[in-house]
Every structure is written in structure tokens, then in C-alpha cells.
């Protein structure tokens, strides 16, 4: 049991870890800012939802958190290491992802929503609206990942 303890307290206190969460939660923290500066949070439960949740704006998270993971484990293994190829590939499909398929199905369900919209005005059709995923503009994810560089720097030089 010691051992198991002793495991989960290596785990929670692993800088790599800490780096991470603290990277995605700074983005989080900014993109909840510039929101409420730009007066469109309406009540305080779309406070808390924009700042443990909500994703797409300015910065983005994702990007913020795999840029952190990956500048740890480059530091710290080596960027010859096979774990920093395996980080490198989860970073470029994340931020592939970010900034084009989930943009992507956005962008589609934000018309498939006007469309139905208009044919439920006319009568031609019941219609119930599709979720619009928000995905991330290249200077979103651009942000996002040099949030992350610079945080995943500043725990690797100050550990």
C-alpha cells in the first residue's frame, strides 16, 4: 500500500504534469479574461464553463498544453528521444486538429444551422439545432503554443 501511495504522490507532483495542467489553466485564464473585458460572459455559470471548459478563442488550450508536453520532454529527454517523437506526433495531430477539423466542423454546423433555421421559419421542416464544436484560427493555435513553449521553458530551467 505504501508503495501505491508513494506512486500516486511521484505522479501528482511530477513536474511534467504540473507544467501541463498549469499551461492549460493560463490559457483558460486568458481566454476567460479577454472575454469578460470584451463583456461577452452574460452570468457567472458562463464564467466557470469559460474557464474549466470551453473550448476554441484565444488561446488555445490544446495547443497550450501539447506545446508545454512536448518542450518538457524535449528538454528532458532529448528531442533524439523516442518519447519526444512520440510528443512531436500527438502535438501536430492536436494542433492539426485544432485548427482544421474541428474548425472545419464548426464552420459546417454553424450553416447547417442557419439552414435549418430558415426551412423551420417556412414551415418545410421541424428542426432542432446541431452542436457547433468551436475550433481555433491559426493565430489561436500560434498563441497557444507559444503560451505553452515559454511555460513548459520556465518549468524545465527553474525544476
Known amino acids: 500500500m505504501a508503495n501505491a501511495r508513494e506512486q500516486l504522490r511521484l505522479f501528482f507532483s511530477n513536474p511534467v504534469l504540473l507544467s501541463c495542467i498549469f499551461s492549460w489553466l493560463c490559457a ?3 481566454k476567460t479574461l479577454v472575454k469578460l473585458f470584451s463583456g461577452k460572459v452574460h452570468s457567472v455559470a ?3 464553463e469559460l474557464m474549466l471548459w470551453r473550448t476554441g478563442s484565444m488561446p488555445s ?3 497550450a498544453l501539447v506545446a508545454t508536453l512536448c518542450t518538457n520532454i524535449g528538454y528532458r529527454s532529448g528531442i533524439s528521444s523516442d518519447v519526444f517523437i512520440l510528443s512531436l506526433g500527438f502535438f501536430l495531430v ?7 477539423v474541428r474548425r472545419a ?4 454546423a454553424r450553416i447547417l444551422n442557419r439552414i435549418g433555421r430558415t426551412l423551420a421559419e417556412k414551415g418545410i421542416v ?3 439545432p446541431i452542436k457547433e464544436v468551436q475550433g481555433h484560427t491559426p493565430a489561436e493555435v500560434v498563441i497557444g503554443c507559444l503560451l505553452g513553449f515559454f511555460i ?3 518549468f524545465c530551467v527553474l525544476n
Open 152 to 154: 513548459g521553458l520556465a
Open 94 to 100: 492536436t494542433i492539426r486538429d485544432a485548427v482544421g
Open 28 to 30: 483558460q485564464l486568458i
Open 126 to 128: 421541424e428542426f432542432k
Open 61 to 63: 488550450s490544446h495547443s
Open 105 to 108: 466542423n464548426g464552420i459546417q
Open 46 to 48: 458562463e464564467l466557470f
